[in-house]
């Protein structure tokens, strides 16, 4: 951080205090006693974190975010390995900062020494898993790069405020949840990348995309969406690749895309080779909610996804508002449920697949019935699902510790997937990095055999 960044910072927090007290307090000028030692200024710093920010946040440091932090427009933050973020939030209007991003952000953990944003520790409890603490990310129109390698989200949505860009671009109303991210990108011109990230604990979508060139992959959401959200949600303008991802206890979907919101180019995104484990319970309308999702114009390839206990299969939305199905290819998915009622929707009933005559059940599709065709994770004992708890946000339970989403030797998830296709994107290059795309597996799901 930039000793000039901070007094700046500070100088125009200051410019707004008085404004307020000033118009708040007395309608005259407001006259500061030059001996007043109360008025002095506040002054930016890793404790107190707040106003604009760039440069570089170095590794293994802390810093408190107090207030609204903003990345300007063409400047850009680089955030190194094992730099512990936390964001002063209490879920409430007006206490709950949120990261602006009008530029570039890049944060860049290890394996072993991983980005984390999160909140003071007193609060991160159960009871605050759906609490909405802090405003997330929100990358605007201007922004540059988005880049996630390595990094911890917890804790995000709380409400939208009127001088919030989420609010004010009409993405949301004032009151609303925030998303643990927010992406605007016009045509392409920014990259976004989550790269083996967590995500976990967010009041609604854990990630909201209107555009950008984007790569999803190696990452886990975790309890994404109280009662409604997923945990990729994506719009007109994104396009790539969304692979290798856990996706636990979504509110919703796993991965949705629609072709809504009139940006260009088409939606055009590639579900493949992700495991997802007990979503889609909590969205309580009807015909909402469950794994994997395609709608209103939206394309892509949706192969190798490996679905457990979820409230749906993958949905093709009917003609009302059905994706671009010429341009369109699933199939190779791995089914289990462990209710009938899960069984009976693997083909979802408000969906089409399987249930026009022109939209067969895949053959390459793995789908039994109760109990049938259990995956043998290395640590995730199924026959024992309770959809009560999972529908219900104050008793659905986090995902255990030791749970290990790998195959069991022996699994028949093992082989039988689709590799004959290629990903949307090779690879990625961005701010000087090549991220290569993983290519699809013979295995379904996210894993592969445990060693």
Same mark, same amino acid.
């Given at each position: 951080?930039?000793?000039?960044?901070?007094?700046?910072?500070?100088?125009?927090?200051?410019?707004?205090?008085?404004?307020?007290?000033?118009?708040?307090?007395?309608?005259?000028?407001?006259?500061?006693?030059?001996? *007043?030692?109360?008025?002095?200024?506040?002054? %930016?710093?890793?404790?107190?974190?707040?106003? !604009?920010?760039?440069?570089?946040?170095?590794?293994?440091?802390? &810093?408190?975010?107090?207030?609204?932090?903003?990345?300007?427009?063409?400047?850009?933050?680089?955030?190194?390995?094992?730099?512990?973020?936390?964001?002063?939030?209490?879920?409430?209007?007006?206490?709950?900062?949120?990261?602006?991003?009008?530029?570039?952000?890049?944060?860049?953990?290890?394996?072993?020494?991983?980005?984390?944003?999160?909140?003071?520790?007193?609060?991160?409890?159960?009871?605050?898993?759906?609490?909405?603490?802090?405003? $997330?990310?929100?990358?605007?129109?201007?922004?540059?790069?988005?880049?996630?390698?390595?990094?911890?989200?917890?804790?995000?949505?709380?409400?939208?405020?009127?001088?919030?860009?989420?609010?004010? !671009?009409?993405?949301?109303?004032?009151?609303?949840?925030?998303?643990?991210?927010?992406?605007?990108?016009?045509?392409?011109?920014?990259?976004?990348?989550?790269?083996?990230?967590?995500?976990?604990?967010?009041?609604?979508?854990?990630?909201?995309?209107?555009?950008?060139?984007?790569?999803?992959?190696? @990452?886990?959401?975790?309890?994404?969406?109280?009662?409604? $959200?997923?945990?990729?949600?994506?719009?007109?303008?994104?396009?790539?690749?969304?692979?290798?991802?856990?996706?636990?206890?979504?509110?919703?979907?796993?991965?949705?895309?629609?072709? @809504?919101?009139?940006?260009?180019?088409?939606?055009? #995104?590639?579900?493949?080779?992700?495991?997802?484990?007990?979503?889609?319970?909590?969205?309580?309308? +009807?015909?909402?909610?469950?794994?994997?999702?395609?709608?209103?114009?939206?394309?892509?390839?949706?192969?190798?996804?490996?679905?457990?206990?979820?409230?749906?299969?993958?949905?093709?939305?009917?003609?009302? *508002?059905?994706?671009?199905?010429?341009?369109?290819?699933?199939?190779?998915?791995?089914?289990?449920?462990?209710?009938?009622?899960?069984?009976? !929707?693997?083909?979802?009933?408000?969906?089409?697949?399987?249930?026009?005559?022109?939209?067969?059940?895949?053959?390459? *599709?793995?789908?039994?019935?109760?109990?049938?065709?259990?995956?043998?994770?290395? #640590?995730?004992?199924?026959?024992?699902?309770?959809? +009560?708890?999972?529908?219900?946000?104050?008793?659905?339970?986090?995902?255990?510790?030791?749970?290990?989403?790998?195959?069991?030797?022996?699994?028949? %998830?093992?082989?039988?997937?689709?590799?004959?296709?290629?990903?949307? &994107?090779?690879?990625?290059?961005?701010?000087?990095?090549?991220?290569?795309?993983?290519?699809?597996?013979? &295995?379904?799901?996210?894993?592969?055999?445990?060693?």
């Amino acid at each position: 951080m930039k000793m000039t960044n901070w007094l700046r910072s500070s100088f125009i927090a200051a410019l707004v205090f008085g404004f307020v007290a000033c118009s708040e307090n007395d309608p005259g000028p407001n006259v500061q006693d030059p001996n *007043d030692d109360d008025d002095e200024e506040v002054i %930016a710093s890793p404790e107190n974190m707040f106003g !604009e920010v760039e440069g570089v946040w170095p590794s293994g440091s802390t &810093y408190t975010i107090t207030g609204d932090v903003v990345i300007p427009e063409g400047s850009s933050l680089t955030i190194e390995e094992g730099v512990t973020v936390i964001i002063d939030g209490d879920g409430r209007q007006g206490s709950s900062p949120e990261i602006v991003v009008r530029g570039s952000l890049y944060a860049y953990g290890t394996e072993n020494a991983r980005v984390r944003f999160t909140v003071p520790e007193g609060r991160r409890t159960v009871a605050n898993t759906f609490a909405g603490l802090w405003g $997330g990310f929100t990358a605007t129109e201007t922004v540059g790069d988005l880049v996630f390698e390595y990094a911890d989200i917890e804790y995000a949505g709380a409400p939208g405020e009127a001088n919030n860009p989420i609010v004010q !671009e009409g993405e949301i109303s004032e009151g609303e949840p925030r998303y643990a991210i927010y992406m605007q990108d016009d045509g392409l011109t920014s990259n976004f990348i989550v790269w083996h990230t967590r995500i976990a604990y967010s009041k609604d979508d854990a990630i909201r995309l209107n555009g950008a060139k984007t790569l999803i992959a190696h @990452s886990t959401f975790e309890l994404n969406g109280e009662t409604g $959200g997923e945990a990729v949600n994506t719009k007109s303008g994104t396009v790539g690749d969304f692979c290798f991802n856990l996706i636990y206890g979504s509110a919703t979907n796993g991965l949705k895309v629609a072709n @809504s919101k009139g940006r260009t180019p088409q939606a055009d #995104n590639y579900f493949y080779n992700n495991t997802i484990v007990d979503s889609g319970w909590r969205r309580v309308q +009807a015909g909402r909610g469950g794994s994997l999702n395609y709608e209103n114009g939206s394309r892509g390839q949706c192969f190798n996804n490996l679905v457990v206990n979820s409230r749906y299969g993958l949905r093709m939305v009917p003609p009302d *508002d059905q994706p671009d199905l010429a341009n369109t290819e699933w199939g190779f998915h791995y089914y289990y449920g462990d209710e009938e009622i899960i069984v009976e !929707e693997f083909y979802p009933s408000n969906g089409t697949i399987g249930r026009v005559e022109d939209q067969p059940r895949p053959a390459s *599709d793995i789908a039994g019935g109760v109990g049938e065709n259990d995956p043998l994770f290395a #640590n995730h004992a199924l026959g024992s699902f309770d959809i +009560a708890s999972a529908r219900e946000a104050s008793t659905v339970g986090r995902m255990p510790a030791d749970a290990d989403f790998r195959l069991s030797a022996g699994s028949p %998830a093992l082989t039988g997937a689709n590799t004959e296709f290629s990903p949307r &994107y090779a690879s990625y290059e961005v701010n000087g990095k090549t991220y290569t795309t993983p290519t699809p597996q013979a &295995y379904f799901g996210a894993f592969g055999a445990a060693n």
